[in-house]
T-cell receptor
């Protein structure tokens, strides 16, 4: 019940394409859903986050779509660029901690 | 404003030795979190501390691991008698407040990569 399941494990997208990463959760107590971006050798950095009272949030090329009834949320990266190549994690807070998905390694091919 | 700082960035220890990992939170932040990341996996929560207090250590192994955040100085994660299974990246995060669940962003440091030989 405390898990956040993320898919796919890895993703290759052509430059200019749309990258889509999905997460599913069980615990309905989760009320905040951040996405983190991590480059090799670096710590995770907050990319974008959403609360369940909205179905979509957009920041530049990054959009979170949230489906409360299905308990799923997804990250869409529009016009994907080589600089977007990184590992992406979804997460959800439970008490004082963040519960993390397993990560998606995204590669954008030029 | 400097971000979260961790040192050392890389640490090599032999089995049985002690590892000390340091974390200086962002300026003004008094909430510190430690996470462990194994290769190709997400982060796993270990411990949450405020100045001089351990608030939640539910993710920390009961033996050999300890953490502190003194009134002055950095937070320290200490691993005694390290074993090969302790090899991982250890990340520290800090936040300004601990308000309603999930609303306060955790900012992460660059991590310490521990290798146990």
């Amino acid at each position: 019940q405390q898990q956040v399941k993320q898919s796919p494990q890895s993703l290759i997208v052509q430059k200019g394409g749309i990258s889509i990463i999905n997460c599913a959760y069980e615990n309905t107590a989760f009320d905040y859903f951040p996405w983190y971006q991590q480059f090799p050798g670096k710590g995770p950095a907050l990319l974008i986050a959403i609360r369940p009272d909205v179905s979509e949030k957009k920041e530049g090329r990054f959009t979170i779509s949230f489906n409360k009834s299905a308990k799923q949320f997804s990250l869409h990266i529009m016009d994907s660029q080589p600089g977007d190549s990184a590992t992406y994690f979804c997460a959800a807070p439970l008490s004082y901690q963040l519960i993390w998905g397993a990560g998606t390694k995204l590669i954008i091919k030029p | 404003n400097a971000g979260v700082m961790q040192n050392p960035r890389h640490l090599v220890r032999r089995r049985g030795q002690e590892a000390r990992l340091r974390c200086s939170p962002m300026k003004g932040h008094s909430h510190v979190y430690w996470y462990r990341q194994l290769p190709e996996e997400g982060l796993k929560f270990m411990v949450y501390l405020q100045k001089e207090n351990i608030i939640d250590e539910s993710g920390m192994p009961k033996e050999r691991f300890s953490a502190e955040f003194p009134k002055e100085g950095p937070s320290i994660l200490r691993i005694q008698q390290v074993v090969r299974g302790d090899s991982a990246a250890y990340f520290c995060a800090s936040s300004l407040n601990r308000g309603p669940i999930g609303t306060d962003t955790q900012y992460f440091g660059p991590g310490t990569r521990l290798t146990v030989l």
